[in-house]
Structure formats: structure tokens, C-alpha cells
């Protein structure tokens, strides 16, 4: 055989091994990424490293993970394997070194975390490469020619790497000290614990390595049921390979139940699912994914059919039969929304409510009553988290007087989550249930849950087979989204309204701001809105207005609607339309803010034709200004050049997706141009999470991650930043606090 030949055939050799083995492939690959390019991932990974318990089900979930990829791939070799196969030396090795990999994703993932050791790109390659020849090396000390050299490298380079990984403890463990914390409750303790927790990985992962390799052995020779030899030889195993592998079989069928088990258990159970934590679950329903489809794998090739291919041409059909299952819950309810405010209704009771009608009475033009319009942008649990954290120093410096001086309150996404909190608070202070300086550590405290899991338990569990089995007693991942905003075990007093009813959380006093939780419409890419004010014009359809008179919803059902973010949540059905994340269209809520702002001005206009002199005055002696909550970095790119592929292919989406940002823009600069004619001393003030605006090439802060779950790392520097424009008295914040003291 040449040279060119035999690379040829190395290579056929290869791709075909790379197929085989794809589900696998695609799930390692898709954890390398997610936890190292994706600031979501990375957070999560750190938030695995401050739990003790969720710690233990990540270790639990690398191991499981690792035990499904490897034998579930060999099930796939085994059936009808030929002869040419069998002599296919990736065929033999790579489902061995894809599970080692399930290890090494976690070990890279840990040393690449920009709070820890902070490696980069070629950094990062170098260790996998190297890694990787350790597999070679490792193999080799366990089963080949020579083998007390190969061994006493390998025992070389374990002492080495352990080394490293020791000393990067030691620096983290002084780092920590120094700045007068514990490794127990100090918010970088994750730099120290997660290394330590790597020491552990790689420990099981060359111990799992010797047992891949010396299985064939005979390292145990006990006997089975018979019912596992003849399941094997019907799946296509030879009778010589089933009675050897029945007892490998036996125990990785037992493996596989216990992790089902905690698999369904942390679907069904918004408790545990807390507990397990959101990258122990993510490898959990990953390593499922992959026993699946190599399962089908494994009766495609059984049959000579690709089954894959028939179930995925079935769900589509199915699907189209089934009825929607997203649509929003709704709850029977008899005067639901009766007592929704029109504009001009609104702005009485709020200028003749008690708690500000004597200061409004007697301010004048000179020294005119401040009345805020807030705006939160979107950002998942980092913008609820922000927003909070804000709000709530606000309202306890000032005793209370911010949510008295609230006019209105828009935002979407997770900024609508953050208003809604506050909203919240407001109402239970109303309610005599919490007085201010308590606002921070009732928010605080309310974004420490972990949102996220349920919800990744229903997206890569109930919903990702919904189209083929439907239970309609299984929710969606929309509505377990909202359970877990109902139930925190750590702040159940923002939790309570959120179980409300939207109607009886809804003030139409006048005593509380006027609130907007912003949505967007699939069909025609319009804003929707959710309101406890009725906008008489207004382009953006009424979401309460599609209600039927007996409907109703929970205040945390019509908040996620403006918070449901592809692939996260499903677009909620109400009616016959359709409604997705607020941000689409108005990340900010001020497009609907100044739909707001000009019925005010023309309720004041109005007052004087219809000779209400009493509302007339009282408007003239306020003056509104635009508190504007960022969460976003504001980056300043240079143009970049399209090649002629993403010319012809992805314009149309790289416009759209541009779109959504300036659609924002756009409503922003025209409710601060329309704010500055009514008044030319209006001056927005602007609270952002990150320090500064950033040009192109520039370097940038550590990212916040937006997700929905907040690792306490990114709460405490989020404290940080918020304590930082606090001491800053220049600071815009600083001074709007001075202002209302």
C-alpha cells in the first residue's frame, strides 16, 4: 500500500468512525463551547462551583455522562459490525476517548474561567492536544508494548499537571485571604474550589480510562441474568460479544436507570432541580440526548433504515396535527380587569393621591415636583438583578420617597422581571406588609434562585419530544419559567405576587407608578403591551384586551411574556396570536413610554379646554424625568467586511438581528427629543451596570452574563459596581438620591 493510499484509508477509516459516533461528538463538542465561549456557560460552571450540593451532582453528572458516551457508542459498534469495522482502530478507540473527553471539557472549561486562570485560545488548544496525547500515553501504560515507560510518563505528567493545579489552589486560596474572605462563603471561592474539584476530575478520569481498557480482562467475570444476553443478541451482537459484554450491559443499564432517575425527578420537581443545578442537569440531559439517538443509531443500522430520519419526518407530520401546545395559561375569573385606568383617569388619582398630592400642591414651575419614568432594558436574570438592586437602594436611602415620586415603569425582558419585583415591593408596602430600608434584601435575596433549571428541565425534556408525545398535564418550558418566579424558597414575598393574579397585584388608586411590561407580536412584529393603564392610541396591541371576559393570568404569566427568548421560551399563544421577548421590538420600554407621555400631555391640554383648572395646575407643577437602568455594554464597532457567501446567504438575517437593537435606539432618542421640548431642562438619567462605553479594540471589563440564574460571583460584583456610583457623589445615581433625601 502507498502513502497516498494508506492516508486515503486512514481517513475513510476516521469519517466513518466520526459518524458513528456523531450524537456523542456533537454533545462534547457542544459543552467545550458552552462552557467557554458562552458567557451564560461559564457563569454556570461558576455557579457549580459555590453549591456543595449542586458541586456533588455536577461530579456525579461528568461521570454518568462519561460511562453513557463510551458504552452506549460501543453498543453502536457491536451491531452487524464487519470484519473490515472491527479492524477500524477509531472504530475501536473512540468512543474510549470521547468519554475521556467528557473530563477534560470540565478541566479546560475551569482553567479558561476569565475570574480564574484566565487561558487563552492557544492556550487552551495546546492543553487539549496535550491532553489528548495523554489518552495515547495512558493507553498505551495500560494495555501496550513496553509498558512501565509509558507508565511512568504517564505518572510523570500526572504529577506535573497535579502541580499546577495545586498551586493555581494555593494563589487562589491567598488571593482570597488577602482580601479578609474564607474558601467557604467568600464570593471568588469558586477560583479556589473548582481547581481543587479538577484535581478529583482528573483522578476518575484515568481511573475511568484503565477500566475502558482492561474490561476485556476479565476484571470482574460475574454472571447475569440470562435476559441481558439474549436483549444484546437481538440488538445485533454477536453471541460470543453478548455473553462477554451481558455484564457490562447489566451495569450500565443499571447506571442508566439511576441517572433517569434523576433526570425525571429534576424535570417533575422544581425543588431538586434546584438542588442539582443547572450544569449537572445540562450534562444529565445530554448524556440522555446522546443514549437516544444512539439507540436509534443502533436499530438503523440493525435494519438497514434510517430511523432517525422516520422519526424526525413523523414529528413534523405529528405536529401539525397536534393542537399548540404553547399557549399561555389563563385562569377563569369574572371581573377581571374591570377597573383598568384610561390615561386621564390615571394621572388624576396619581396627583391627588395623599402620599404626594401636598407636595405637588406645593411646588411650582420655580421649584417644580420631580415625577420619574423609568425604563429598564432586558437582559434575562442579570437585568431582573440589576434593576432590583437599583430600585431598592433607591427606595431604602431615600426612605421611600423614590416609589413615591415613580410616575411610570417600562422595561422587557429581564428588565420587566426587575420592574415587576419592584412593583412587587411597592404593593406590599402599600399593603403595610415591608417598609423601606428592607427593599435590598428582599430583591437580593429574590435573584439568588436558580431560574434557570426547571426551565432547561422542560427545553431539553417534555418539549423536546412534545412533538411526537403530547401529555397535556406536562407544562411547557414557558410555564415553568413562571413557576420558578412563584416559588423561592430564599424571598417568598416578591414570590406571592408573583403567584397573584394579575388583576389583584394591578393598583388603580393612583398610589402606585403606572406599569408596562412590553411583549412582541410574532405575526407582525409589533409591540404588544401589558399595563394597568388603558392607552387609548396606541399602535401596540392590548394583551388584556384578547382576553375573554372570564380570563385572567398570574402577574409572573404576564411578565414572562415579555421575558419568553427563543430557544429558552416558546412564543405564548393568547387567542390566535402569538407574543415573544419585549426586546424584538422595544428592549427598553420607551417606545411605549412616549405613546404614554403624549396622552399625558394631551390629558393636560385637554384640562384646559374642559376647564378641570385643578389638574391643570397640579401638572404644571411637575416636571417628569427619564431614569434609564442599563445592563448592556455599549460597544463601538468597526465595520466589518462580508465575504461573498455571508454577502449572498446571511445579509437578511444580519440586518434583522441589527434591527432589534435599533428599533431600541430609535424609541430612545425619540422619547428623549419629545421629553426635551415639553421641557428643556430634561436631562435623562442613565444608571448603567458596566463602567464604560467601549471602541472597537478596545478591552473590555469582564462580561455579565445573561441568563436565568445569577452565580453569586456576578450578584457580588454587581453589589460592587452599584456600591462604586454610590461612594462616587459626581455619579448620576449618587446625586438622584441626594436629590430625593
Known amino acids: 500500500m502507498t502513502k497516498l493510499k494508506w492516508v486515503i484509508h486512514l481517513l475513510r477509516d476516521l469519517f466513518t468512525a466520526l459518524w458513528l459516533y456523531m450524537p456523542a461528538l456533537i454533545a462534547i463538542s457542544a459543552i467545550y463551547y458552552c462552557l467557554m465561549a458562552v458567557d451564560q456557560g461559564i457563569d454556570v460552571l461558576v455557579q457549580a462551583g459555590e453549591h456543595v450540593v449542586p458541586a456533588l451532582f455536577t461530579g456525579l453528572a461528568i461521570v454518568f455522562w462519561s460511562v453513557l458516551v463510551w458504552y452506549s457508542s460501543r453498543i453502536v459498534s457491536y451491531v452487524r459490525s464487519s470484519d473490515e469495522q472491527e479492524a477500524n482502530i477509531f472504530v475501536k478507540h473512540l468512543p474510549r ?27 487552551i488548544i495546546s492543553y487539549i492536544i496535550i491532553q489528548s496525547l495523554y489518552f495515547i500515553i495512558l493507553t498505551w501504560a495500560f494495555e501496550g508494548k513496553r509498558r512501565s515507560v509509558w507508565m511512568w510518563l504517564s505518572i510523570i505528567f500526572a504529577l506535573i499537571y497535579v502541580a499546577i493545579l495545586g498551586w493555581i489552589c494555593y494563589k487562589a486560596c491567598g488571593c482570597i485571604k488577602a482580601n479578609h474572605g474564607n474558601m467557604f462563603n467568600d464570593y471568588k471561592r469558586h477560583t479556589f474550589w473548582l481547581p481543587f474539584n479538577a484535581i478529583g476530575l482528573f483522578g476518575v478520569q484515568v481511573l475511568m480510562l484503565w477500566i475502558y481498557t482492561n474490561r476485556r480482562k476479565g476484571l470482574f467475570g460475574i454472571q447475569v441474568p440470562s435476559v441481558f444476553t439474549r436483549l444484546l443478541i437481538w440488538f445485533g451482537f454477536s453471541k460470543d460479544d453478548a455473553e462477554f459484554e451481558d455484564f457490562y450491559f447489566c451495569v450500565f443499564s443499571f447506571v442508566s436507570t439511576i441517572g433517569l432517575l434523576f433526570y425525571f425527578t429534576s424535570i417533575f420537581s422544581l425543588q431538586f432541580s434546584r438542588l442539582t443545578g443547572p450544569l449537572a442537569f445540562t450534562l444529565l440531559a445530554f448524556t440522555v440526548l446522546v443514549g437516544v439517538f444512539n439507540i436509534s443509531s443502533a436499530l438503523s443500522r440493525k435494519y438497514d433504515i434510517n430511523v432517525t430520519l422516520i422519526v424526525i419526518i413523523v414529528a413534523v407530520l405529528v405536529s401539525r396535527i397536534w393542537s399548540d401546545p404553547y399557549r399561555v395559561h389563563l385562569h377563569k375569573s369574572t371581573q377581571a380587569f374591570k377597573n383598568r385606568l384610561s390615561v386621564d383617569r390615571f394621572v388624576a388619582n396619581w396627583l391627588h393621591d395623599s402620599a404626594r398630592y401636598s407636595e405637588i400642591r406645593r411646588a411650582d414651575s420655580g421649584s417644580p415636583y420631580i415625577a420619574y419614568i423609568l425604563l429598564s432594558d432586558g437582559g434575562g436574570a442579570r437585568a431582573g438583578a440589576w434593576v432590583g438592586k437599583v430600585t431598592s437602594l433607591l427606595g431604602d436611602s431615600t426612605g421611600g420617597a423614590f416609589g413615591r415620586h415613580l410616575f411610570s415603569v417600562a422595561g422587557a425582558s429581564g428588565g420587566a422581571v426587575g420592574n415587576s419585583a419592584m412593583y412587587s415591593l411597592l404593593k406590599a408596602d402599600m399593603e403595610g406588609k415591608i417598609k423601606p430600608p428592607h427593599y435590598s434584601a428582599h430583591t437580593d435575596n429574590y435573584f439568588k434562585d436558580d431560574f434557570l433549571t426547571y426551565t432547561l428541565g422542560r427545553f431539553l425534556g417534555p418539549d423536546f419530544f412534545r412533538y411526537l408525545l403530547r401529555i397535556p398535564c406536562i407544562d411547557d418550558r414557558g410555564a415553568a419559567l413562571a413557576k420558578s418566579f412563584e416559588q423561592t424558597p430564599n424571598e417568598p414575598v416578591i414570590a ?22 412590553n411583549s412582541t407580536s410574532v405575526e407582525d412584529g409589533m409591540g404588544g403591551i401589558i399595563s394597568n393603564v388603558k392607552l387609548s392610541v396606541n399602535p401596540r396591541t392590548d394583551i388584556l384586551n384578547l382576553l375573554h371576559n372570564d380570563s385572567t393570568l398570574n402577574f409572573s404569566t404576564a411578565t414572562i411574556l415579555s421575558a419568553r427568548f427563543p430557544f429558552v421560551s416558546p412564543a405564548g399563544r393568547i387567542d390566535d396570536q402569538y407574543f415573544v421577548d419585549g426586546g424584538y421590538f422595544d428592549n427598553s420600554g420607551a417606545g411605549t413610554t412616549l405613546a404614554f407621555m403624549l396622552q399625558v400631555e394631551k390629558v393636560k391640554e385637554d384640562s384646559i379646554r374642559l376647564s378641570k383648572d385643578t389638574i391643570y395646575r397640579l401638572l404644571n407643577n411637575v416636571r417628569f424625568q427619564v431614569v434609564h437602568i442599563h445592563n448592556s455594554p455599549v460597544i463601538v464597532s468597526a465595520p466589518s467586511t462580508l465575504t461573498p457567501l455571508e454577502n449572498d446567504l446571511l445579509t437578511p438575517i444580519i440586518t434583522l438581528a441589527g434591527l432589534q437593537g435599533s428599533t431600541t435606539k430609535m424609541g430612545n432618542y425619540s422619547l428623549d427629543t419629545y421629553m426635551q421640548q415639553i421641557d428643556s431642562r430634561q436631562d435623562s438619567i442613565v444608571i448603567d451596570l458596566y463602567n464604560n462605553h467601549y471602541d472597537h479594540g478596545d478591552t473590555m471589563e469582564e462580561t455579565y452574563p445573561m441568563s436565568w440564574i445569577n452565580s453569586g460571583y456576578q450578584l457580588q460584583r454587581m453589589q460592587n459596581r452599584l456600591d462604586s456610583l454610590v461612594a462616587n457623589k459626581q455619579s448620576l445615581l449618587s446625586k438622584l438620591i441626594d436629590r430625593l433625601k
Open 97 to 123: 476517548f470521547l468519554a475521556y473527553h467528557c473530563f477534560i471539557a470540565i478541566q479546560v472549561a475551569i482553567l479558561a474561567l476569565p475570574s480564574g486562570c484566565d487561558i487563552k485560545k492557544w492556550t
Open 496 to 517: 406571592a405576587y408573583f403567584a397573584k393574579d394579575l388583576d389583584s397585584v394591578f393598583d388603580y388608586s393612583g398610589h402606585l407608578p403606572a406599569l408596562f411590561i
